[in-house]
DNA sequence: TGTACATCAGTGAACGCGCGTTCACTGATGTAC
DNA sequence: TGTACATCAGTGAACGCGCGTTCACTGATGTAC
């Protein structure tokens, strides 16, 4: 428990953004220090930032509206992280490669985010998985460069691939939070790389044209 | 809220076993009816069996020893769903196919008991996945099966292959309970069959002589 | 067969806790004149 | 330039709630004699 001695200035008029961004990432780091989505309460959230706990409802209609802002916040990350991990690679298929490590890199090493984006029950980030500009859409084109370029087949829907896809990797970075003690058994980039590699070329392997099938 | 008018006949001398069994059915009930890990509190239980909350303390240390329990009943729950969804199947990789669906079957049906168990923070039902007979050997046995006939590559260990398809299968039944609306851009029976074929597909294609490679 | 007593399954009331949320307030910031 | 006032970001104290857990107890069941 943090005492502060000099109270925090209050923000200029119209500059109540800013305290919004600071409860955010407040959130967001204390689920990452403390590792439990218990701990983000809105009593401990205002306490990380150093603000009275009734401060957090001029910036948030209740919790769960921080919470769904928090849960943007990490999907947002986990997007960037993706396609970071993807960039500039020619091969379509190596490149979807590294997304997909790149996508249970980011669950490992920040897996309690991980677990409140896309494990949680709550309907937080629900994002409109077509609509919206994203982590889907950067996979479903990936996709279809695949399916452009004759290693997926061209007649199935490319969401219908990302999607296969997603489970795949979803199951490999859940399973590493979850179950540490079975993944350990193997390793957990052995098992990534099995996983995503087999996903691969099972897919490709779908239809005639798949590169490491007989067609 | 139920109001008991007779009060429940106490247990005989040597039998307070059988209000331990009351108990764990009563919280795996209420796990299933109320669809919420949260609803599975002490007192909840205890209200459910129709017994005084203290009551649950001569059978259970503390709540966590209660939960541990509840995720041993679960987990052989899901181990028997998935045994006869793949028996008398003499295809191996197609026995190994119907016991993913098996999986991923019981996981949708009885989404919160698949999540306490295999999504939830604790230690709950860590079992010795190598020693303890279970769901882990069964899939072993399974994989052990397409090995020796030439399916699966012989070289790799049967524990390796293990994970990956329970992760490929954990993906599907996974997302299928956090995040629905993304499943439903494709249908889960769709997905599943997806996946379950893929992962197979791929994991047979890893070495020369596997079902769909060029071998 | 009858009675005193030990056992122990189950109870009622209470504890302290942290939670989300509300409410009347304070006091610096900016504006009107 | 100076003063009265409106605005509104942030506060302190309190609310009611359900939780896990503890404690001294009750009273039917079974046993010893």
């Known amino acids: 428990v943090t005492v502060n001695i000099t109270p925090r200035p209050r923000a200029r008029r119209g500059q109540g953004q800013a305290l919004r961004g600071e409860i955010l990432a407040a959130a967001r780091d204390l689920l990452e220090r403390t590792g439990a989505e218990d701990a983000v309460s809105i009593r401990a959230v205002a306490a990380e930032v150093g603000v ?5 409802y001029l ?9 769904d802002a928090v849960c943007e916040l990490v999907f947002a990350e986990l997007d960037e992280a993706m396609v970071a991990a993807a960039a500039d690679i020619v091969d379509p298929l190596e490149s979807l490669r590294q997304f ?26 629900a994002p409109g998985w077509q609509e919206e500009q994203g982590a889907f859409i950067h996979l479903s084109d990936l996709v279809a460069r695949c399916q452009a370029e004759g290693v997926f087949d061209n007649a199935m829907p490319t969401s219908r691939i990302a999607v296969a896809l997603w489970a795949a990797a979803h199951g490999v970075a859940a399973l ?19 996983v995503i590699t087999a996903i691969g070329a099972g897919v490709a392997g779908l239809h005639p044209g798949g590169a490491p099938s007989c067609g």
């Not at 910036?59 to 919470?67: E, G, P, S």
């Not at 249970?104 to 991980?114: G, N, T």
């Not at 590493?176 to 099995?194: F, H, R, T, W, Y």
């Open 59 to 67: 910036h948030f209609d209740d919790k769960t509206a921080l919470i």
């Open 52 to 56: 009275s706990t009734p401060s957090i």
């Open 176 to 194: 590493c939070i979850s179950k540490p003690a079975l993944v350990e058994l193997v390793g957990v980039e052995l098992l990534a790389g099995d």
């Open 100 to 125: 997909g490590l790149g996508y249970v890199r980011f669950a490992i090493s920040h897996p309690e985010q991980y677990r409140i984006v896309m494990m949680s029950r709550g309907s937080h980030a």
